[in-house]
């Protein structure tokens, strides 16, 4: 069973920057996709960023040029670059994953029930105006 733990959120003011990180452990090597997926109350989980075992990666509109997801395959870790915060960035950030399957569109992992089988607990981001 894989586990996920995320790590390094908090509370920025608008503009400032953040880097998230997601251990995995009992990570299996092949086909597999990982994704940072945000959640705000009264509103849908949405995807924000994903990449694959073949490097590619997707974000969704309203991060590109602003968030860099990667991944460190030695320290089985992926990461999420955050810069320029915007209040709407605020929410629970997701760490997930899925083997077998790679990125989507907009910032998902295309998996065939619509979510990736593995997550964390997530990590709190606030970012003020």
């Known amino acids: 069973q894989v586990e996920l733990v995320e790590s390094g959120g908090g509370s920025v003011q608008a503009g400032g920057s953040l880097r998230l990180s997601c251990a995995a452990s009992?990570?299996?090597?092949?086909?597999?996709?990982m994704g940072w997926y945000r959640h705000t109350p009264g509103k849908e989980r949405v995807g924000v960023a994903a990449?694959?075992?073949?490097?590619?990666?997707t974000y969704a509109d309203s991060v590109e040029g602003r968030f860099i997801i990667s991944l460190d395959n030695e320290k089985k870790t992926m990461y999420l670059q955050m810069d320029n915060l915007q209040p709407e960035d605020t929410g629970m950030y997701y760490c997930?994953?899925?083997?077998?399957?790679?990125?989507?569109?907009?910032?998902?992992?295309?998996?065939?029930?619509?979510?990736?089988?593995?997550w964390g607990k997530g990590e709190k981001v606030t970012v003020s105006s």
């Open positions: 990449i694959d075992s073949d490097g590619d990666t």
């Open positions: 997930a994953a899925e083997w077998g399957v790679l990125v989507g569109l907009r910032g998902v992992c295309y998996t065939a029930s619509g979510s990736p089988a593995y």
């Open positions: 009992r990570f299996t090597y092949g086909t597999y996709c």
